[in-house]
């Protein structure tokens, strides 16, 4: 054998057409590119284009909204946790964290980290440290003699200042309002 003669497989490899190749190859001069305008040159498309008219995606109705601001969390479901509990896919009597949880394979992936939800009662006394839950997994876990943990801290947005913006002001304000009524309520039944 001579390395002349190596060669591959006969079909191993497609040799891609060759274009502007002279016109008796088919795709000659313009290149299958048609003649003049925009869409000759070279990174320009006109996707939708309708000639002018109202293109059709544009003739549709929009619907929905995406926030930019919504918090990403892993949501698990006290039952998923129950079940994975039954599989002893993780130690109960060892601190359950967001990290146990991604490799038992009970959460999956997500931003801000994982939040409890549910009410389905326990058979175990667990310690739970995740982002967040809901009042309902609270009260289930803490019924079945363990505790929840949150972590998650919401961002407080600042102004050039160094202070937080007005909406995060009017925000502290109203929770305090909120708080001061609930107190006074509470002051007010006890009386």
């Known amino acids: 054998m001579k390395l002349n003669e190596i060669r591959n497989n006969p079909g191993a490899h497609k040799h891609k057409h060759k274009v502007g190749r002279g016109s008796s190859s088919g795709l000659g001069k313009t290149s299958g590119r048609g003649v003049k305008g925009a869409k000759a040159r070279t990174g320009t498309k006109v996707y939708g284009f309708e000639g002018g008219q109202m293109p059709l995606y ?17 949501e698990v479901s006290l039952a998923r946790l129950q079940r994975a509990i039954e599989a002893k896919k993780f130690d109960v009597k060892a601190k359950i964290t967001e990290e146990i949880l991604r490799k038992a394979g009970v959460a999956r992936g997500s931003k801000h980290g994982v939040r409890l939800i549910g ?11 995740v982002a967040g839950a809901s009042s309902g997994a609270k009260a289930a876990v803490e019924k079945a003699g363990g505790s929840v943990t949150t972590t998650f801290v919401k961002k ?10 007005k909406r995060q002001q009017r925000r502290v304000e109203s929770a305090k309002k909120r708080e001061e009524r609930r107190n006074s309520g509470k002051s007010g039944a006890t009386a």
């Not at 619907?63 to 990403?72: K, W």
């Not at 009410?119 to 440290?129: Q, R």
């Not at 407080?156 to 913006?165: A, I, L, S």
């Open 156 to 165: 407080v947005y600042m102004n050039k200042k160094g202070e937080p913006g």
């Open 58 to 74: 544009m003739r549709l109705p929009k619907r929905g909204f995406n926030n930019i601001f919504a918090l990403d969390f892993a």
């Open 119 to 129: 009410n389905t009662d326990l058979s175990v006394k667990l310690d739970i440290e």
